[in-house]
C-alpha cells in the first residue's frame, strides 16, 4: 500500500510558497467510503459547479433532480470537469491550485490535492490512466494517476500554461502563455516521468486560451498579443503553427483578458465554426477546411460561449455583462433568430444532453439551474443551487478534447 | 400495478401466427432481481453478442474481461443493441422478434418479450423513454416503453420494415421493404400511441436497409431494386425524398441482399464518407455536402463496415467469405494501407473505444474477441466467447442514431 498523507482542511488556499511541499499530498478520509447511496447507472448523471461555495451538485439528469451535494473543494471560480473513462469519477480543477476526485456514486471525494498555486483547467487522457493539469503558479504542468492522484509527471516550462487538451495518441498540449509556445506532450510510450516533448516556439505572443476541434485534430490557440490565432494540425506537426483568421481578435478596442470569449465556446457543426467575435456584438461563421470567415451573425452583445445543438441544427449563445441575462438562439442553415430567452441575471453555462433534446443552463444570480427544452423552448424545471457556473454531464468521458 | 403475464420459455421461437396474443407478454422473474455484483459507474462497460449460444456476453472494457454472461435472448444472428440513457439498461433484438431488456449491473434479463416473428434491428428515442422495432413479420413497427417494455404504439403499414433509426425531435424514421416508402413518426406530441406520421412513397424499389448521418439530419436507404440510393433531408422533410449515387449498387453483377452490405457500415469523417461498394473490392469516397463520389480505394475482398477511428484519422474495413478473416487498415488522408490485420476466420464486426485508443473486434469462428491498440496495431488481448458476433460500447447511449 502507498503511503498517503492527509490535509485536514479541504478547499484551503495556500500560497505558492508551500506549493512544492504540498504537491504531493492527498487528502483522503480516514474511515472507509461509504457505500454508493443508490445502485444506478452513471450514464445520466451530471456534476454542477456551485462557485461560491465551493461545492458541486450531482444532478440525476432524467429524474431533473439534484441528488446530492458534494462540499469542501475549494476556490470554483473558473472551475471545470472531466471524467473518468467508466463515468464513475469526476476530476474538478479548481482555481486554487486543487485537483479533486470525486466518486459520484458514492456522493463524496475520495482524493484532493493542492498540486499549484493558481491554475485553470485540466484534463484526461485518451485511455482515461492520466489526468493533467496547467498552472499559472507556479507554472508548467502536472500529471496525475487518474486511480489515485499521485504524481506522474512535472513538466516545468517557465511561463503560465493554458489552453490544456487532450488529443489522441495519448497526448496532452499546451500553450505558454509568458514565451508564446506550444507544447505536445505524448504519454504513450513507456516512460511516464519523461514524456516526448515537441515545442514549438514563436508561435505568437501571449496565447491566452486554445481549443481543440472535436475530432482532435487541429490545436487553435487564442493570442492576447496578436490579431489571429496559431493553429497547429496535429496530423501534421512537421508543418508547424500557422496564423489563421488574420482578423481574429481585433475588437474594437482591446480588452482585458478576463473578457476574452471562451474558446471552448466555439460550436462545431456542419463544417463551419461558430465563433464568438472578439469585442464585437458578432458571432463570427468560419468554414473548417479553409478556416476563413464565410459569415456573421449579429447579436444582441459581447458573445461568451457559442454552442451548437448536438445535431448542429440550432446555435445558442450567451453574452457578457451587461447582457449575461439573455440566450440568443438561431437556425445554423438560415441563421435566422429561433427564440430570445431571458432566463435571468448571469447565464454563465449551457450543457446540452448528449443528444441535444435538452439543455441544461446555469443563471448565477438568481441561483438556479434550468432546464429547456430545445424543439419548445419550454422551461422544464429548476433546480436550486447557489452560484451555479458550470454543468458537465458525463457524457464528456466519451469525447476527445473534453 | 400493471398486471403481467409471465412466459415461462426464454428465447422460445414462435410462429407468427402466435405474434399477436403474444406481443404484449413480457417475462420477469417471479423473485425479485438480485443486488448488482458490483457497484461501479457503467461508462466502460460493452455487451458483445454470442450468437449461437443465444446469450450475451458483459465486458469491463478497462480491465479487458467478460465479467458475466446473461443466457436465454433467443436467436441472436443479426441481433444489435441500444442503450438507455443512463448506460444501465442494454436492449437486445432479436432475429426471432425478441426484445430484450438486460440490468448491466445486475447481469440478468429484466424483462423479455416476443413483439413480432421475425425482426431486424431497432432504435431508442432521442429521450430515451420509447424502444421502437422493425418486423418482418408482421410488418410494420412496434414502439414500447424502455422502463418495463410495456406496448406504447402499434405501427402497421402492410410491408417489412428495415433500417429503422431514431432521429432529432424524438422521431424514428424507418423504410417500407415491399412499398418502397419512407415513413417518419413524430412521438414528441402529446399521443404516444398515434404518433404523427409522414409518409414518402415510391422511393424505389425494395429498401433493403438505411443510414442516418452522425448528425441525424439525413437518412438514406439502400435500394435492392434500382441503383443509386433515396436521401431524405430531415431538415427539409418538405423537399421529398432525392436519388443520390446514381451508380451505388451496380455491383458486377446483383447480389442476393444477404450479401449486400451493412449500411450502417458507412464511415463518416472530416466532410466523406467511406462507404463499401456493391459487388466490387472496392470502398467509395463521397463528398458528405455534395453526395458526389470524389475518389475509391481499393480493397482485397468485398468490404462489409467500413468504419473510422473516432478521430477519422484511419479507415478500418473487414471483409464478406471468403476474404472475412481479413482487415485492412487504410490512412483516410493519403488513402494509402497502414497494416493488414489477419486476425482469424470470420471478423464480424468491430467497436471503436469512444475516444479510438483501441478497438474491439469479433472473430466468430475462432469464438474469440481481439482487442487492438490503434495506433500500434498490437494484439493487447483475446477474450473467448463463442461465435461473437455484435460488440456495443455503453457510450452508444449518447448518440444520435445509433
Chains 1, 2 share one sequence.
Request: proline share 6%; aromatic share 8%.
Amino acid at each position: 500500500m502507498k503511503r498517503r498523507a492527509v490535509l485536514s482542511s479541504f478547499g484551503a488556499l495556500i500560497g505558492a510558497s508551500a506549493i512544492s511541499a504540498c504537491a504531493q499530498l492527498e487528502t483522503t478520509a480516514s474511515e472507509p467510503l461509504p457505500a454508493p447511496k443508490e445502485i444506478r447507472g452513471t450514464g445520466d448523471l451530471a456534476v454542477a459547479i456551485a462557485r461560491a461555495d465551493g461545492k458541486v451538485a450531482i444532478i440525476d439528469t432524467t429524474d431533473q433532480k439534484i441528488i446530492a451535494e458534494v462540499p469542501g473543494i475549494g476556490d470554483l471560480s473558473h472551475a471545470s470537469i472531466v471524467y473518468s473513462r467508466d463515468a464513475r469519477f469526476a476530476f474538478v480543477f479548481g482555481r486554487d491550485g486543487g485537483l479533486t476526485r470525486i466518486d459520484i456514486l458514492a456522493q463524496r471525494i475520495t482524493h484532493r490535492i493542492i498540486q499549484g498555486g493558481n491554475s485553470i483547467g485540466g484534463a484526461i487522457s485518451q485511455d482515461g490512466s492520466l489526468v493533467a493539469v496547467s498552472n499559472y503558479k507556479p507554472g508548467g504542468v502536472k500529471v496525475f494517476n487518474s486511480s489515485d492522484l499521485t504524481q506522474v509527471a512535472d513538466i516545468p516550462c517557465d511561463s503560465k500554461t493554458v489552453g490544456l487538451v487532450d488529443a489522441p495518441g495519448q497526448k496532452f498540449v499546451f500553450s505558454l502563455w509568458d514565451k508564446g509556445e506550444i507544447w505536445i506532450t505524448d504519454f504513450s510510450a513507456g516512460n511516464k516521468a519523461a514524456p516526448a516533448i515537441t515545442r514549438f516556439e514563436n508561435i505568437g505572443r501571449n496565447p491566452y486560451d486554445a481549443l481543440i476541434t472535436p475530432d482532435g485534430r487541429y490545436y487553435m490557440a487564442g493570442l492576447f498579443g496578436e490579431d489571429g490565432m496559431a493553429q497547429l494540425d496535429l496530423w501534421h506537426p512537421e508543418k508547424g503553427v500557422t496564423r489563421v483568421l488574420p482578423n481574429y481578435g481585433r475588437g474594437e478596442k482591446k480588452m482585458p483578458v478576463y473578457k476574452m470569449p471562451h474558446l471552448e465556446g466555439w460550436a462545431m457543426a456542419g463544417g463551419r465554426a461558430f465563433v464568438p467575435a472578439v469585442g464585437r456584438h458578432e458571432v463570427l461563421i468560419l468554414d473548417t477546411n479553409t478556416w476563413q470567415e464565410v459569415g456573421r451573425i449579429p447579436v444582441l452583445g459581447q458573445p461568451v460561449f457559442v454552442m451548437a445543438r448536438p445535431d448542429g441544427r440550432q446555435i445558442w449563445v450567451n453574452f457578457a455583462h451587461p447582457d449575461n441575462s439573455n440566450i440568443q438562439v438561431f437556425d445554423s442553415e438560415t441563421l435566422e433568430q429561433l427564440v430570445h430567452l431571458k432566463p435571468g441575471p448571469g447565464v454563465l453555462h449551457m450543457e446540452f444532453a448528449p443528444r441535444g433534446e435538452k439543455v441544461w443552463m446555469s443563471v448565477r444570480d438568481s441561483h438556479e439551474i434550468h432546464l429547456y427544452n430545445t424543439d419548445t423552448f419550454q422551461l422544464l424545471t429548476k433546480l436550486s443551487l447557489p452560484s451555479p457556473s458550470g454543468i458537465f454531464m458525463t457524457a464528456r468521458a466519451h469525447k476527445i478534447g473534453l
